[in-house]
């Protein structure tokens, strides 16, 4: 079919684009991707391939590419039309607009020069993949892309380490072993979900506790767009004397690290927090 054009009012406007699959867009937006006096996307060829599926004519209308890469030169541009009093669509490649991707300056700017903004709400990897964990959505708290190396992201790892909401984050495929590992180290033993290419042809969804799913990916050539979903931290504290004892009957066993390894398991706490305790054990 072929989408008809509304009156839509000047302003910007904000249109989540399917994950994957393209039947889910919403009406909404098709309505304003076929009204808008002005079209930006973060991948061009994304968005005419969509408007393409659903009869959506782009007809003369301007379409700028609007990218990490040309954000401070494309900007000006979309700045001049709203102030001109023009419609302005931005769409991201797949997803929600300013969820990890370049938009937000471009909204930012928006707001200050008292630009009218809406959202038209749709598709986002974050709610997609809570949905689909079956961990508590009662409360998380979404942590974007970690740091590429390791120190620094075992850093963030520790300072969300006890957070009281379940924890989602990006991940590239060419990092997730590590990134498991390391949470692994950082988090104890915790339950987690990898959500890969959700709405698409070969979605998989991969439970497990952090090391075991560490391993199942270590090796592997994984491809597409990752979501992973990590349980909230325990409530308990744990008892200084419980820990001690703990590790000293550990460590009448095995290594350091073999000791730590097992209490932290045991007890539900990080394996760093464990180790710590076992070095200074050892030394004494």
Same mark, same amino acid.
């Given at each position: 079919?072929?989408?008809?054009?509304?009156?839509?009012?000047?302003?910007? !406007?904000?249109?989540?684009?399917?994950?994957?699959?393209?039947?889910?867009?919403?009406?909404?937006?098709?309505?304003?991707?076929?009204?808008?006096?002005?079209?930006?996307?973060?991948? #061009?060829?994304?968005?005419?391939?969509?408007?393409?599926?659903?009869?959506?004519?782009?007809?003369?209308?301007?379409?700028?590419? !609007?990218?990490?890469?040309?954000?401070?030169?494309? *900007?000006?541009?979309?700045?001049?039309?709203?102030?001109?009093?023009?419609?302005?669509? !931005?769409?991201?490649?797949?997803? #929600?607009?300013?969820?990890?991707?370049?938009?937000?300056?471009?909204? *930012?700017?928006?707001?200050?020069?008292?630009?009218? +903004?809406?959202?038209?709400?749709?598709?986002?990897?974050?709610?997609?993949?809570?949905?689909?964990?079956?961990?508590?959505?009662?409360?998380?708290?979404?942590?974007?892309?970690?740091?590429?190396?390791?120190?620094?992201?075992?850093?963030?790892? *520790?300072?969300?380490?006890?957070?009281?909401?379940?924890?989602?984050?990006?991940?590239?495929?060419?990092?997730?072993?590590?990134?498991?590992?390391?949470?692994?180290?950082?988090?104890?033993? *915790?339950?987690?979900?990898?959500?890969?290419?959700?709405?698409?042809?070969?979605?998989?969804? +991969?439970?497990?506790?952090?090391?075991?799913?560490?391993?199942?990916?270590?090796?592997?050539?994984?491809?597409?767009?990752?979501?992973?979903?990590?349980?909230?931290?325990?409530?308990?504290?744990?008892?200084?004397?419980?820990?001690?004892?703990?590790?000293?009957?550990?460590?009448?066993?095995?290594?350091?690290?073999?000791?730590?390894?097992?209490?932290?398991?045991?007890?539900?706490?990080?394996?760093?927090?464990? !180790?710590?305790?076992?070095?200074?054990?050892?030394?004494?």
């Amino acid at each position: 079919m072929n989408w008809q054009t509304r009156d839509i009012a000047p302003g910007l !406007y904000l249109v989540a684009t399917p994950l994957g699959n393209a039947r889910d867009i919403t009406l909404r937006a098709l309505d304003l991707l076929a009204s808008a006096d002005l079209l930006a996307a973060e991948d #061009t060829r994304t968005l005419r391939r969509l408007m393409e599926i659903h009869g959506v004519a782009r007809g003369e209308r301007p379409l700028i590419a !609007y990218h990490d890469h040309n954000a401070a030169k494309a *900007r000006p541009r979309l700045m001049s039309a709203l102030a001109a009093g023009k419609s302005v669509v !931005y769409a991201s490649e797949a997803g #929600t607009p300013l969820i990890s991707d370049p938009g937000f300056d471009l909204m *930012r700017d928006a707001l200050a020069a008292g630009v009218a +903004c809406t959202s038209a709400p749709g598709p986002t990897a974050v709610i997609a993949a809570l949905t689909l964990s079956g961990l508590p959505t009662d409360r998380f708290l979404f942590a974007g892309f970690l740091p590429n190396g390791t120190g620094k992201r075992k850093k963030v790892l *520790r300072e969300l380490a006890n957070v009281p909401a379940t924890l989602v984050f990006y991940e590239s495929p060419k990092r997730l072993a590590a990134m498991l590992r390391d949470a692994a180290a950082e988090l104890g033993p *915790r339950k987690a979900v990898v959500c890969r290419e959700l709405t698409k042809r070969f979605e998989e969804r +991969c439970e497990g506790s952090l090391e075991d799913l560490s391993r199942r990916y270590e090796g592997e050539s994984v491809k597409g767009e990752i979501v992973v979903i990590i349980e909230r931290a325990a409530h308990q504290d744990t008892d200084p004397a419980t820990l001690d004892a703990a590790l000293k009957k550990a460590l009448t066993r095995g290594s350091v690290k073999d000791a730590a390894s097992e209490v932290a398991q045991k007890l539900g706490i990080s394996r760093r927090e464990a !180790y710590q305790r076992a070095m200074a054990l050892a030394k004494n």
